[in-house]
């Protein structure tokens, strides 16, 4: 299966980058391919056309650092997708990977459930599946769509595909849908073995025509930090700035705090929502991966 999204990832990105953009000289006529060849990215790279075939099977191992970086600039890749490339050349049976158990609640450490309850901004813990781990009472109130449903755990990704309130939640709802796809995307470059992140996608696939479309184009992002335009039911229009803080002692875990975007008058609008207090409870582990 990894040497499959390998392979995929690798052409899909291939087929993007065309002779005059990655600055080859070809002679005139038409092409069998909209992109570039297999031997023109391995030349792009410095290694034979051979190789690069093996690597795009995935039928190699120990790729260098070298020739990832080589094969990151020929194909133009950013840092998540450079990331998301490493990921899958360490694949494979030997992977090191731990063995999963069957999918449940993870649990957010007691310090960060007191920093999110010490904190006046919205602020929640999200892993790698965007299922929402804890939330301060200031982030479920502005997350009151995504609460309304009765799945649970809360889920990012569930919600945007799933529900026809995101379209209206979300200011952008294609920009939103474009990076929980590539989130998604990242993490199951970094654990192929995740078996709820697995089921999530399987889901998401059947039940999503505008998730299947977008997960066949291979992007990649490694976080959610960025400028969210929200349309809530309570206080109306909220401009935000998100941060992602990882939290290096739970691998997948990150805090994400929303601020309020300095050329918006969302301040005020947070205030309002902070004075309606949080209309819905923690999540529980009860039901939904």
């Not at 790279?45 to 080589?70: C, D, M």
């Not at 890749?77 to 990921?87: F, K, T």
Request: proline share 7%.
């Amino acid at each position: 299966m990894r040497n499959e999204a390998l392979r995929q990832f690798l052409m899909v990105r291939r087929a993007r980058i065309t002779p005059d953009r990655a600055g080859l000289t070809t002679p005139r006529g038409p092409r069998r391919v909209t992109g570039l060849r297999r031997a023109e990215v391995a030349s792009l790279a410095g290694i034979s056309t051979g190789y690069y075939k093996r690597v795009e099977r995935g039928v190699v191992t120990g790729v260098s650092a070298s020739v990832l970086a080589n094969l990151a600039h020929a194909l133009q890749l950013n840092d998540a997708e450079h990331d998301y490339l490493a990921d899958l050349l360490r694949g494979g049976p030997s992977s090191s990977h731990p063995a999963h158990p069957l999918p449940s609640a993870q649990t957010v450490r007691p310090f960060v459930q007191q920093l999110l309850a010490a904190t006046n901004l919205p602020c929640c813990v999200l892993d790698d599946r965007l299922d929402v781990l804890a939330a301060n009472d200031l982030a479920r109130a502005l997350y009151l769509p995504l609460y309304e449903s009765p799945t649970r755990p809360v889920n990012q990704a569930r919600f945007t595909f799933c529900d026809a309130a995101s379209h209206d939640y979300w200011g952008d709802w294609d920009t939103m849908a474009d990076l929980v796809v590539s989130l998604l995307r990242g993490s199951s470059g970094r654990d192929p073995v995740d078996p709820g992140l697995a089921q999530l996608i399987t889901e998401l696939r059947a039940r999503s025509a505008d998730f299947r479309t977008r997960w066949a184009a291979f992007d990649v992002a490694s976080d959610t930090c960025g400028v969210r335009e929200i349309n809530h039911p309570l206080v109306g229009r909220l401009t935000l700035e998100t941060h992602s803080i990882p939290l290096p002692e739970d691998p997948g875990q990150r805090v994400v705090v929303h601020t309020p975007h300095p050329a918006a008058c969302t301040q005020q609008q947070l205030a309002r929502l902070a004075a309606c207090g949080s209309a819905v409870d923690e999540p529980t582990s009860e039901s939904g991966r």
